[in-house]
Every structure is written in C-alpha cells, then in structure tokens.
C-alpha cells in the first residue's frame, strides 16, 4: 500500500478548484477596506456624540506609504490626506490626483515653509502652527507666491511634557490672536493637538483642547463652531469624536503600521 494515489488525487482535486474569488476587498486592496471600516466606527462615534458624521473629519495620515498605497484610499475615495515631512510631501503630491486636499501635519521649520507652499500650491491646511514666527512666515510667503488665504490650526501642547509640539495651553489666546489679527493671508481655523511625545494622547489631552477653544473662543467673540477641533489618532480617534473632534488624523489603522519609526524633532 501507498499513499501517493490518494495525495494525487488531492492535488487534482485541488487544482480543479476555482481560483479565488475576486471579491470586492481584493479589488479595492487592504487599505481601501480599512478606510471603509473607520468610517463606519467614525459614523458611529459621531452619532453617539450627536452629531452627524459629516461634522467629523478623517485625515488620512501617510506618512512613510508609498503612493500606490495612497492611491488605494483615493480609489476607495477618499480626498483628505495628511503628510508629516515637506521633503515625503514633495515627492508624493505630484504623483497624486489633483483633488486631494492635503494637510501638514509635521513640525514645520521656517526654511521648509517656501519649498512647502511653493511645491504643494494646492496645499489646503498647515495644523501645525506652533509659534509666532511661523506664523508670520507662512503668512508671508502666501502673499508673496499670491496663492489664496492657507487655512491654518495652531497646535497646543496638551501633554505638559517639555517638547516642540506646540504652544502651551496658556499661551494658546495669544497666538491665536496673532494668527487672526496680524496674518491677513491666513485663515484661523481651530486647533489641534497630538497629545504625548509618543504620539499617545489621553481624554486629559483633549480636555485641556477643549478648554482652550472655550478661551479662544471667547478672546476672540466666535462660535465654537467656528473653531475645529483636531485629535485623534489610530488609538483613541473614536473617544476624542464623543468628546467633540472635528477632525482626526488616523495612519496604521488605515495603512498598516509604519515600516519606518516617527522621527521626533531633535
Ligand atoms: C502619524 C500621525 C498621526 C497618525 O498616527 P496613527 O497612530 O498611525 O493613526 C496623527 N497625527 C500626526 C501628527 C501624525 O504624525
């Protein structure tokens, strides 16, 4: 007796099989069907917030993807992405449809801000205000390439922890004061934060976000409709939509985890 009979009528019988169906998930790729799971945890959290999920924002955060990946989650459709480094950005945008409307989302230095503007004309927001200075750059460098008011959020550092992401919470009023009375070329939008240096953030994070949009708000005489909100990320984008985000950025659980670490600032 042997078995090689029967192992060969498996193999026929195996390659008899149909080849895998081409189902929907396989067509639109790994990444398309994650955006569509977030979505709908997105429509969910929101609705548990009272709101509509139209009223929250998904930033897709891909930094490190390749631009197939990226061009999987516009297939998919998606319009909004955020990149973190202006020299990642410069490469990717041109190879990226003409609609996307791309948010920097990274620490952005004063000698990165005309390559940025310049390279990217149809840039559509900079989250990542985090000092006068910058501020007055980007400002300068809007009228001065005569492209259309930046929408800008300034970002607060909400963590306490010694770091370069962002103004402190108390100073938060005052540049944002800066920002809506002497930067006529940008358009003050709201806030955000990222939470820890570890890119974790806690609902203390967002609390202290909210609190100083409750400040600017009044500083300023707006609604706070007025003013979004963006915080979130893969880990926690669902709690800080119940506490009111407008906009979150999600990245690995859209695209998988990075392949190479977030370089913090030096
Ligand atoms: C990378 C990044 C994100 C997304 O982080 P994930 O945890 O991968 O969702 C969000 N915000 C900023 C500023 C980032 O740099």
New binding site residues.
Partial sequence: MNNSGAAKGEKAAASDQPPPMAGSSAMEGVAGAALRSIIQRVSQAAERSGRSPDQVKIVA?S?TKPVAVIRQVYDAGHRFF?E?YVQELLEKAPQLPDDIEWHF??NLQSNKVKPLLTGVPKLAMVETVDDEKIANHLDRMVASIQRKPLKVLVQVNTSGETSKFGVEPRGCVELVKHVSLNCPNLEFCGLMT?GMLD?TSTPENFKTLINCRSEVCRALGIAEEQCELSMG???DFEQAIEMGSTIV?????IFGPREYP?KLPA
């Fill in positions: 955060a930094k955020g973190n989302i990274g990222i890119y990320m893969s880990a950025r999600v990245g690995s659980s977030i």
